[in-house]
């Protein structure tokens, strides 16, 4: 469960950069070869065949952030992460998906 600063902390994401690698670990406060690691098992996916030219979206950021909580707080380990954070991401895509249909539900019963 967060606590009150992590519920209450963000940042602004412009969801059209790209980051590279030291960016990204910069941003997420560990070193190179945690996040290689995480590319590997597929937690996260870059754009780029190669590590020296690999590009990480918004996405990947926010998703990288999420893995390093999972992976400290729960002790998850690598392929449990990827698993788990593609099962978070489809729960969230279904509770979208449930807000727009009660919506249309309710625009058709006024």
């Known amino acids: 469960?967060?606590?009150e600063d992590e519920a209450l902390s963000g940042e602004l994401v412009d969801e059209t950069a790209r980051l590279d690698l030291d960016e990204l670990c910069a941003l997420c406060g560990v070193q190179a070869d945690h996040l290689v690691e995480m590319v590997e098992?597929?937690?996260i996916r870059p754009e780029g065949d190669r590590q020296t030219v690999w590009?990480?979206?918004a996405?990947?950021?926010m998703r990288s952030r999420?893995?390093?909580r999972l992976r400290r707080d729960l002790d998850i380990n690598l392929p449990g992460l990827a698993v788990t954070l593609d099962l978070l991401d489809e729960v969230d895509r279904l509770q979208n998906e449930l807000k727009s249909l009660r919506r249309r539900l309710g625009q058709l019963q006024d």
């Open 59 to 61: 996405v990947a950021v």
């Open 1 to 3: 469960m967060a606590t």
């Open 55 to 57: 590009r990480f979206s």
């Open 41 to 43: 098992a597929g937690v």
């Open 66 to 68: 999420k893995a390093l």
